[in-house]
């Protein structure tokens, strides 16, 4: 994956210099479109996530407040 | 001043920045290649997608030198800037908080790591861009190529 985005990016820019503009732009368009989906895979693989426990999504205990039958 | 210099000094001074900008985006590879290379450094996935991000920052500015002025390519630069950013942050935040087997890759330069300075990296960048869009404005083109008033001359003699 990594190597087909720094493939598209080296087309980039040999089209850049040697070919259309359309194709140079649709070029850097699929390897930016790669790295958002690597960057995604990286992200989200269970395997090759990159987890971040301090970050707290969850609540450890739940508060019971509401469990002797509210406000009186 | 006469007209025709002060018309000119806007497309220049165009010229001028964005050229500094590749060539400080140029040295920041430049820098990452030789600490990869000499340094024995090995760069993590996130840092080659930030290498390619500067890299996207660097081909609009090219575009730009290769194909004249368009702000497409300044709306092309941003975008990897973007994605400069938000990469960055993600591994910043990835290792903010030192635990076994995660920590900041390579060596620190002036006390930052290279996540921290590719945030602000991009933060300069992305500043730089509004910076100039608000001074020198999106139609330096139109002062920079005077055969682009010519073009338009026999639409105006039609009108008279």
């Known amino acids: 994956m990594m190597l087909a985005v720094f493939a598209t990016m080296s087309l980039a820019l040999l089209a850049g210099y040697y070919g259309p503009r359309w194709f140079a732009v649709l070029s850097m368009l699929v390897c930016l479109a790669l790295s958002i989906g690597l960057f995604l895979f990286e ?8 987890g971040m ?20 | 001043m006469n007209t025709m210099t002060g018309a000119r000094l806007p497309a220049t001074l165009n010229d001028l920045f964005l050229f500094a900008m590749m060539l400080t985006m140029a040295a ?4 990452a290649m030789i600490l990869q290379f000499y340094g024995g450094e090995i760069p993590c996935p996130l840092c080659l997608l930030q ?24 709306g092309f630069s941003m975008l990897f800037a973007l994605f400069l950013l938000i ?12 635990r076994p087997g995660h920590s900041y890759i390579g060596s620190t330069v002036l006390g930052l790591h290279m996540p921290v300075w590719s945030v ?11 910076i100039k ?3 020198l404005g999106g139609d330096v083109c ?8 010519l073009a338009a001359l026999p639409g105006c003699l039609a009108f008279t």
Do not use: K
């Open chain 2, 120 to 130: 602000v990296i991009a933060v300069a960048i992305l500043l730089a861009f509004a």
């Open chain 2, 87 to 98: 990469v960055s942050v993600r591994q910043t935040l990835l290792d903010i908080y030192p």
């Open chain 2, 133 to 135: 869009l608000a001074v």
């Open chain 2, 142 to 149: 139109a002062i920079h190529n005077p055969f682009r008033r």
């Open chain 1, 43 to 50: 992200i989200y693989s269970p395997e090759y996530g990159f």
């Open chain 1, 53 to 72: 426990p301090w970050l707290q999504v969850q609540l450890d205990v739940v508060p019971h407040v509401w469990s002797r039958g509210g406000h009186s």
């Open chain 2, 51 to 74: 290498r390619v991000a500067m890299f996207g920052v660097c081909f609009g500015i090219i575009l730009h030198f290769r194909h004249g002025y368009s702000a497409r390519n300044a």
């Open chain 2, 28 to 31: 920041i590879l430049t820098t």
